[in-house]
């Protein structure tokens, strides 16, 4: 759902909500859902599910049920339950995907946990939770010069408010437990609210907040990616990356999640390949694994002693040494099995001119003309020097 800050302002330009990495208006590419069953008409008889998805500030999404039977559509506004009394959120889902939704996130429909949702948000609703929403940037500021002043070693990363203004749920990340009596009652008098606090981990902490990654596009976390599945160093080993902390690192201080998105190809292919581990020996020599090329699936080995000649093996042929090692047959030396690398033809180049014929400097005004005139207009001026 577009938000109103995205559309255009005086002159045709655009707005913005100057919100880097995330919609600060809560509303745009924050885990959208396609409804790809919205265009099937249920059988005869059946009725429709009658609870629905709703998401509040950020990622928080909860599920409710539609006992009053309201015609509902993704992204419209409604006041749903709450303790104590209401919330307002925008629906993200109806129909049958909450259905497999719940029961992908176990989640009972006649769960206490799933509450109900009271109407369709009226404009005064939207009034008070929209006036309540601007306060939180504010409160955040107030709040962590008040943690900072009672030395806790925290960090209050969001705040959100209910939708009638009378509750504010702070999330905070700490690496330790902390005692935050005191902190609620000086909040209590600070803020005259209802005070909630929340403990989330820095993988949450960074899919609430959003931001952009080093691939140049929004985090994972904070628009599609749900689940937060452990990643271990060996998920780079596997793929040949460098074992360097500021690059497999992302903006929550944890190792990134989309290191595990190709793990499962990279494993398929490695079932070919021998362990590096495992020693070639030969009457030449005993040959050490050097390198894998996974993509184009060789194995360089070196003899001991002689490390700077290697021989290109395929994952084949350094499994048939394997084998005859682990059957005693003596096998004479690594070149039997090498195979032959083809020199490549540095004169012939295999790249295009996507630019055609013209230059790149076509249009820079060339630097000899330019010396020219200039010596011919001071020869013009000064005729007796030249003489």
């Given at each position: 759902?577009?938000?109103?800050?995205?559309?255009?302002?005086?002159?045709?330009?655009?707005?913005?909500?100057?919100?880097?990495?995330?919609?600060?208006?809560?509303?745009?590419?924050?885990?959208?859902?396609?409804?790809?069953?919205?265009?099937?008409?249920?059988?005869?008889?059946?009725?429709?599910?009658?609870?629905?998805?709703?998401?509040?500030?950020?990622?928080?999404?909860?599920?409710?049920?539609?006992?009053?039977?309201?015609?509902?559509?993704?992204?419209?506004?409604?006041?749903?339950?709450?303790?104590?009394?209401?919330?307002?959120?925008?629906?993200?889902?109806?129909?049958?995907?909450?259905?497999?939704?719940?029961?992908?996130?176990?989640?009972?429909?006649?769960?206490?946990?799933?509450?109900?949702?009271?109407?369709?948000?009226?404009?005064?609703?939207?009034?008070?939770?929209?006036?309540?929403?601007?306060?939180?940037?504010?409160?955040?500021?107030?709040?962590?010069?008040?943690?900072?002043?009672?030395?806790?070693?925290?960090?209050?990363?969001?705040?959100?408010?209910?939708?009638?203004?009378?509750?504010?749920?702070?999330?905070?990340?700490?690496?330790?437990?902390?005692?935050?009596?005191?902190?609620?009652?000086?909040?209590?008098?600070?803020?005259?609210?209802?005070?909630?606090?929340?403990?989330?981990?820095?993988?949450?902490?960074?899919?609430?907040?959003?931001?952009?990654?080093?691939?140049?596009?929004?985090?994972?976390?904070?628009?599609?990616?749900?689940?937060?599945?452990?990643?271990?160093?060996?998920?780079?080993?596997?793929?040949?990356?460098?074992?360097?902390?500021?690059?497999?690192?992302?903006?929550?201080?944890?190792?990134?999640?989309?290191l595990n998105y190709e793990l499962d190809t990279y494993l398929d292919a490695l079932k070919d390949f021998p362990k590096t581990e495992i020693k070639l020996f030969t009457k030449k020599g005993t040959a050490v694994c050097q390198k894998t090329d996974?993509?184009?699936?060789?194995?360089?080995?070196?003899?001991?002693?002689?490390?700077?000649?290697?021989?290109?093996?395929?994952?084949?042929?350094?499994?048939?040494?394997?084998?005859?090692?682990?059957?005693?047959?003596?096998?004479?030396?690594?070149?039997?099995?090498?195979?032959?690398?083809?020199?490549?033809?540095?004169?012939?180049?295999?790249?295009?001119?996507?630019?055609?014929?013209?230059?790149?400097?076509?249009?820079?005004s060339p630097k000899s003309t330019n010396k020219k005139r200039r010596k011919n207009k001071r020869r013009k001026q000064n005729p007796?020097?030249?003489?």
């Open positions: 759902m577009g938000c109103s800050s995205c559309s255009t302002g005086k002159d045709g330009q655009p707005k913005g909500c100057k919100n880097n990495g995330t919609c600060g208006t809560d509303g745009c590419n924050k885990l959208t859902v396609f409804d790809w069953l919205s265009n099937m008409s249920l059988p005869g008889g059946v009725e429709p599910f009658n609870c629905v998805e709703i998401r509040f500030k950020n990622g928080r999404k909860d599920f409710f049920k539609n006992s009053e039977k309201l015609t509902l559509s993704i992204g419209d506004v409604v006041a749903v339950e709450a303790s104590p009394g209401h919330d307002v959120g925008i629906v993200t889902l109806t129909g049958e995907l909450v259905r497999v939704q719940m029961k992908k996130k176990k989640v009972a429909i006649d769960s206490p946990e799933v509450l109900k949702i009271y109407r369709k948000a009226t404009q005064r609703d939207i009034d008070i939770w929209q006036e309540a929403r601007n306060k939180e940037d504010k409160m955040k500021v107030r709040a962590r010069e008040i943690a900072i002043r009672l030395n806790l070693h925290m960090k209050i990363s969001d705040i959100e408010f209910q939708g009638d203004g009378s509750k504010a749920t702070f999330y905070y990340t700490a690496e330790e437990r902390v005692d935050f009596r005191q902190l609620i009652k000086e909040f209590a008098v600070e803020f005259s609210t209802r005070i909630e606090m929340r403990q989330i981990g820095f993988r949450q902490e960074a899919a609430r907040l959003g931001g952009i990654g080093s691939c140049g596009r929004e985090l994972c976390c904070s628009t599609w990616l749900t689940d937060f599945r452990s990643v271990n160093t060996s998920a780079a080993r596997y793929q040949q990356l460098s074992l360097n902390p500021q690059k497999l690192a992302g903006q929550c201080g944890k190792l990134k999640c989309c996974i993509f184009q699936g060789f194995l360089w080995y070196a003899y001991e002693g002689d490390w700077m000649n290697w021989h290109k093996l395929t994952p084949e042929q350094a499994n048939k040494i394997i084998k005859a090692n682990t059957a005693r047959e003596s096998v004479n030396s690594l070149e039997e099995y090498e195979v032959l690398i083809e020199k490549e033809d540095t004169s012939k180049s295999d790249f295009n001119n996507v630019v055609g014929q013209d230059s790149l400097t076509r249009f820079d007796s020097k030249n003489e």
